[in-house]
């Protein structure tokens, strides 16, 4: 006789007892290590967690409550909302979802992935109807979950990959190429970067290799780089600068990967008499109101983050079901040629 599922999931998502049959344990003893109940052996907690990684198996904590109905959550995994990129995006969505039935769920991850991993299979115990997050890398077991779901997944501010179902956003390391050719044409060839560790930051990632390609096409490349140790701020900006200009003073042109940093910049050149842009060209990335309300405008390129929020949470309410073939939207980016370069 065929096993009778769990109406609220999908054919193809694990259940308890495949969890326990893995595990080698019956599915009360599995059912504890989930509910984290009653004294149990730790080799077989490790098994049965082992278990849950390796099937994707996610527990519902709705059922009795909400799996009667269909869920009108969405649950939304950001890197930070210090930074003010983010609340634009979630202005976005909460603009898309304001006439509607559905309410966000907020997470953040502080760009680690194994804290969206960890956030993601809470969220997910609640049976959303999507799940919206930033950027298309996730560890194995959170790509997993994503591939598996009944749910939609949107996922936001980068296009250059395989999404798992809608991709909205744009391509970071064209961005990155678009910012050199812009720069060579302006006439610049001592090219400096300052920066924060970038390697936990795969859009920052892209857009850095981008730059090198434009670079490397025009017979050029970084004279100069300069890793400030912490996160990034219009503090590491300035400091970043400085150490840079103090290592290799001919630098005509320094490109930082965000608005905050490069503003730490105009700051230290500001304080050191040297003249913007004339002396020295400052860009950032991302458009920031800020930026644009200096007496020199920043140099930089927007990211088009509202209309990225907005446009990912339109789409998920088209459907509920999710379709065979992935959507990739292109939300674009603007150069802004500002005053610093």
């Avoid at 006789?1 to 054919?11: D, E, I, T």
């Avoid at 990129?85 to 559905?102: K, S, Y």
Wanted: hydrophobic share 45%; aromatic share 6%; with cysteine.
């Amino acid at each position: 006789m065929p096993r009778k599922r769990n109406a609220h999931r999908s054919p193809d998502m694990p259940t308890l007892a495949d969890v326990a049959r893995l595990a080698r344990v019956s599915e009360i003893t599995a059912s504890r290590v989930v509910r984290a109940q009653g004294p149990i052996a730790e080799a077989t907690r490790l098994r049965v967690l082992s278990a849950i990684a390796e099937l994707g198996y996610i527990p519902n904590r709705a059922a009795g409550s909400l799996a009667s109905a269909e869920s009108t959550l969405m649950s939304v995994l950001l890197p930070s909302l210090s930074n003010i990129v983010f609340p634009d995006v979630l202005r976005g969505i909460h603009t898309a979802l304001t006439e509607t039935a559905f309410q966000p769920v907020i997470g953040v991850t502080d760009y680690d992935p194994l804290v969206e991993e960890r956030i993601l299979v809470s969220f997910l115990a609640w049976q959303p109807a999507a799940v919206i997050l930033a950027g298309l890398h996730h560890t194995p077991t959170a790509r997993r979950h994503l591939e598996h779901g009944r749910f939609r997944v949107a996922e936001l501010m980068d296009i250059d990959g395989e999404p798992v179902d809608i991709a909205v956003g744009m391509s970071h390391r064209q961005a990155g190429y678009e910012t050199g050719k812009h720069l060579i044409k302006r006439g610049y060839r001592r090219f400096g970067y300052a920066r924060h560790n970038i390697s936990t930051d795969d859009r920052a990632s892209a857009r850095y290799e981008g730059l090198c390609l434009a670079l490397k096409e025009g017979g050029l490349s970084l004279i100069a780089e300069h890793c400030y140790p912490g996160a990034s701020s219009t503090k590491a900006g300035r400091e970043a600068l400085q150490i840079l200009l103090a290592a290799t003073p001919g630098l005509d042109v320094v490109v930082f990967p965000n608005d905050d940093m490069a503003m730490g910049g105009i700051f230290h050149c500001m304080h050191a008499g040297i003249a913007v842009k004339e002396k020295l060209g400052i860009f950032g990335f991302n458009g920031l109101d800020i930026g644009q309300a200096m007496p020199m405008p920043l140099s930089t390129i927007l990211s088009k983050r509202f209309l990225i929020g907005k446009t990912a949470a339109e789409k998920l309410l088209e459907s509920r079901e999710r379709p065979a073939g992935k959507t990739i939207i292109d939300t674009g980016f603007d150069i802004i040629e500002g005053a610093t370069a």
